[in-house]
């Protein structure tokens, strides 16, 4: 049972274009939000996180919404640029807990 | 500099024989992590380490050991009882505690393909 979503396997963009990556979780117990970024051949890195008493982190180009009704995050990056293609995955914890569930990642392309 | 050091970067397996993929960190971090990512899928916790000494289980520990005695030090062993072991895997760290806000640091991962 995938308890957080990432429906897009990809997702392609113009540069200076606003790319808008969205992930789903299931479980209410979540309330804290992050999401990685992947190049190829290295492993994933933090980019911005969100807990459940907020619904806007901003972070320069990087904003995270959440929408704790509809279990559903996103991250959007404004404007986008070609050095922001890589997979992105989007992760929930809840605080104080070690284990972290991640989902299967959307991998962004971004055109100059 | 800090960080996370993997090795090897890629590995093979013959049938019926266990592999040990090493995981270092200087980060003076407590929890240590082994996930194993699958195409497709997003990154599943193996084994996961609070601090030296002590582990825990996680989603997909079949098949899979590891050991913490030191804090730096985090390896893990695929064994033969592993039956599908071709995978990305990857090792993690982080603070403990509230303040952690379970944001983990990664490796570069090893690719196990099995020959």
């Known amino acids: 049972d995938q308890q957080v979503k990432q429906n897009s396997p990809s997702l392609s963009v113009q540069e200076g274009r606003i790319s808008i990556l969205n992930c789903d979780y299931t479980?209410?117990?979540?309330?804290?939000f992050l999401w990685y970024k992947k190049y190829p051949a290295e492993g994933p890195t933090f980019l911005i996180s969100?807990?459940?008493?907020?619904d806007k982190n901003e972070d320069g180009r990087f904003t995270v919404f959440l929408n704790k009704s509809a279990k559903h995050l996103s991250l959007h990056i404004v404007p986008s640029q070609p050095g922001d293609s890589a997979v992105y995955f989007c992760?929930?914890?809840?605080?104080?807990?070690?284990?972290?569930?991640f989902g299967a990642g959307t991998r962004l392309f971004v055109k100059a | 500099d800090g960080g996370i050091t993997q090795s090897p970067k890629y590995l093979f397996r013959k049938e019926g024989q266990n592999v040990t993929l090493s995981c270092e960190q200087n980060?003076?971090?407590?929890?240590m992590y082994w996930y194993r990512q699958d195409p497709g899928q997003g990154l599943r916790l193996i084994y996961y380490?609070?601090?030296?000494?002590?582990?825990q289980k996680g989603d997909i520990a079949e098949g899979y050991s590891v050991s913490r005695e030191k804090k730096e030090s985090f390896p893990l062993t695929v064994t033969s009882a592993q039956k599908n072991p071709t995978a990305f895997y990857l090792c993690?760290?982080?603070?403990?505690?509230?303040?952690?806000?379970?944001?983990?640091?990664f490796g570069a991962g090893t690719r196990l393909s099995v020959l």
């Open positions: 993690a760290s982080s603070l403990a505690g509230l303040l952690a806000k379970n944001i983990q640091y």
């Open positions: 479980n209410s117990m979540f309330d804290y």
């Open positions: 969100i807990s459940s008493i907020k």
């Open positions: 992760a929930a914890s809840h605080t104080g807990g070690f284990k972290t569930i």
């Open positions: 980060l003076n971090h407590d929890a």
């Open positions: 380490s609070q601090i030296v000494n002590d582990f």
